[in-house]
């Protein structure tokens, strides 16, 4: 691509933004929103379903899980740099794979942040319990929802520090618990001698090995660990509302290997050096079990609190996520046209209050069928999200072949390895996928991922068909998708 075809094209992507939202997210802000999103219900307590399954072997799971979700929020961020818009994952498909791959990608990613939510805000009534068992979990979930609809409706620097705050309090508990853990390991302090070893790091081998799940179970806690990132791509979707996007965005990613090292790795193996994992019966979360082990009084309560923010950190952010892919969905013609409107302090009105309405009525579905939603919506959460990261990883390579070697090579900021990333990435997506297949716990979710994305290609063929349009290739390389040219 010319010189001058480039600056056309990166024009035209980057102006939209700053005519609908505005750019209130500062550094500190996106770095937060990052570690934010990748720490969760499945890092508190999914840990103890995988160190069940493989062990200290864990370990090495979140280690390589956290390489590959690396990948792919830095193929993510080599188009976002390029090119800082709101909704960038259905963006880049609607403008370098087609519209169809637009619509596809933008409507799953958004089915994806309503199956989280439905599952966080199912959670929150348990949590308010433990403090007021009188109040009726609905009622929570309802103040939640309202609460959190408030502060995505004030604007994106109340929703930036809002979100900054709640991943503080995750990041102090989990920092302050590795700091803890390390000082016992370091001095050999046992708070309950009669019924646990004397801590040491020996522990990650000692008790049948390093993997005494065997590779069947450290392949099968590739599914549980991967679940855990869920949420790092949000990154991409702050591109929009951030304040010098080209720097902030590759310094929050360049960061995440060290925050996984932190989070992930030092965490699990301060638990597991504490505690043999097999003491760890799922009962409780680890977490909660270390802060007893540590001697913390009212650990139950330290630990309740910091799930609840958790769970609130979660649907803020996915809240404003789908916020934003519903009004990226609408600017292409793939979503109801009132879904674009901008209110006045640059907030994506309508779509704020159509997420939270169809929430509310998920939260429904499961306080009356709760095993449904337990069960079976986290793994389906699961694989909505793996197509979500595999169309981002081949939207890339479409990405890469419209600009071109030359234009590449001069990118600032590209995906280390290249295609040999990319297709390691596809390939482990794929590996886990089978795992999933080999699962009661996840089999259904196997099947209902291919029948979900049946249903959006028909749903995009009757859109097409009622529009009366014939559908048109890929916009041109050098323009931003036009809304004209799908209505």
């Known amino acids: 691509m010319p010189t001058s075809q480039h600056h056309s094209a990166e024009s035209a992507g980057s102006a939209e933004d700053p005519q609908v939202f505005k750019r209130g997210l500062k550094s500190r802000h996106v770095q937060m929103i990052a570690i934010g999103g990748s720490i969760g219900t499945g890092l508190f307590y999914g840990s103890a379903q995988g ?17 590959v979700m690396f990948l792919i929020v830095r193929a993510l961020g080599e188009m976002t740099v390029r090119e800082p818009v709101a909704g960038a994952f259905s963006h880049f498909a609607y403008k370098y794979w087609s519209p169809r791959a637009g619509f596809v990608s933008g409507w799953n990613y958004w089915f994806n942040y309503i199956a ?63 700091v803890l853990g390390a000082v016992i390991i370091a001095l050999g302090i046992n708070k309950s001698p009669g019924t646990l070893p004397e801590p040491s790091l020996a522990h990650l081998w000692d008790l049948g090995g390093f993997m005494p799940g065997g590779m069947s179970g450290f392949l099968m806690v590739l599914v549980v660990v991967l679940f855990s990132y869920g949420g790092t791509e949000l990154i991409g979707i702050t591109a929009g509302e951030a304040e010098n996007p080209h720097r902030t965005i590759p310094q929050a990613i360049n960061q995440l290997i060290i925050r996984f090292l932190i989070f992930y790795i030092g965490s699990m193996t301060v638990i597991l050096a504490i505690i043999p994992w097999d003491r760890i019966d799922g009962q409780l979360s680890p977490f909660v079990q270390i802060f007893q082990g540590i001697g913390l009084s009212g650990a139950p309560h330290v630990l ?77 959460a699961l694989i909505a999200g793996i197509v979500n990261w595999t169309m981002i990883v081949v939207t890339h390579g479409k990405f890469r072949r419209r600009l071109g070697a030359e234009e590449t090579a001069a990118s ?15 390939l482990f997506m794929a590996l886990v996928i089978v795992q999933m297949a080999m699962s009661d716990t996840y089999r259904t979710a196997v099947v209902a991922g291919p029948a979900w ?35």
Not at 136 to 141: E, V
Not at 157 to 167: I, L, Q, R, S
Not at 469 to 485: L, N, T, Y
């Open 51 to 67: 160190i069940a399954l493989s062990g200290p072997a864990i370990v090495l799971g979140y280690a390589l899980c956290g390489v």
């Open 116 to 178: 989280v939510s439905m599952v966080e805000l199912a959670v929150v009534g348990a949590y308010v319990n433990y403090w007021l068992p009188g109040v009726q979990p609905w009622l929570s979930a309802a103040f939640f929802v309202a609460a959190i609809t408030a502060v995505n409706l004030l604007g994106v620097k109340a929703f930036g520090e809002f979100e900054y705050w709640f991943a503080m309090i995750k990041v102090a508990a989990i920092v302050g618990m590795i």
């Open 304 to 380: 309740n609190f910091v799930v609840l923010t958790a769970a609130m950190s979660a649907y803020n952010s996915a809240l404003y996520s789908n916020a934003r892919m519903l009004h990226a969905l609408s600017d292409q013609g793939n979503a109801p046209k009132y879904l674009s409107r901008i209110s006045g302090n640059g907030i994506p009105l309508a779509g704020v209050l159509t997420s939270t309405g169809v929430t509310s009525l998920a939260v429904l579905v499961v306080f009356l069928w709760p095993e449904f939603a337990f069960n079976y919506l986290l793994s389906i």
């Open 412 to 426: 600032p900021f590209r995906l280390p390895g290249g295609r040999f990333s990319a297709w390691g990435v596809l």
């Open 453 to 487: 994305l049946a249903g959006l290609l028909i749903a995009y063929a009757v859109k097409q068909r009622r529009q009366a349009v014939v559908p048109e290739p890929a916009p041109p390389k050098d323009s931003a998708p036009s809304r004209e040219r799908m209505v």
